[in-house]
């Protein structure tokens, strides 16, 4: 390092610079998480009404998340698995009001607590994972 290199670094200005760009990625980071874990509700949503729609519902349901599956994968890449489908749709029929869910936890937080058949079982969970 030379001596400018070195000037910038112990300089105040660019460790102010430095903790606030650090907390800006931080914050876009909870804001993209929280989008895509709503997100991720509201399609669990669409896919449940469509399905409560049609009678036949069992069968017709593992059509859709198939068929769903192969159109979202090819036009948006990962994150459009059968099983992925599943959890969405698993995850607004146990949160059924989107508020109350929590703006710390990931969509991999939920897809782990989602196989927890008791409520107050998962809500520990939730608290816990803070």
Not at 13 to 26: F, G, P
Request: aromatic content about 10%; hydrophobic content about 30%.
């Amino acid at each position: 390092m030379n001596k400018i290199e070195k000037g910038i670094e112990s300089n105040m200005v660019y460790l102010q610079i430095k903790e606030l760009m650090e907390n800006a990625r931080k914050q876009v980071s909870v804001k993209i998480n929280n989008i895509l874990v709503q997100t991720y509700w509201e399609i669990g949503k669409i896919i449940i009404e469509d399905e409560q729609e049609n009678s036949e519902r069992a069968e017709y349901g593992k059509r859709l998340l198939k068929e769903l599956s192969k159109k979202l994968t090819k036009e948006y890449g990962k994150g459009f698995s059968r099983s992925n489908l599943q959890n969405m749709r698993q995850f607004y029929l146990k949160y059924p009001i989107c508020q109350t869910l929590s703006g710390k936890l990931s969509w991999s937080h939920y897809c782990e607590i989602l196989s927890i058949s008791d409520d107050k079982e998962r809500a520990f969970y939730e608290r816990d994972t803070h």
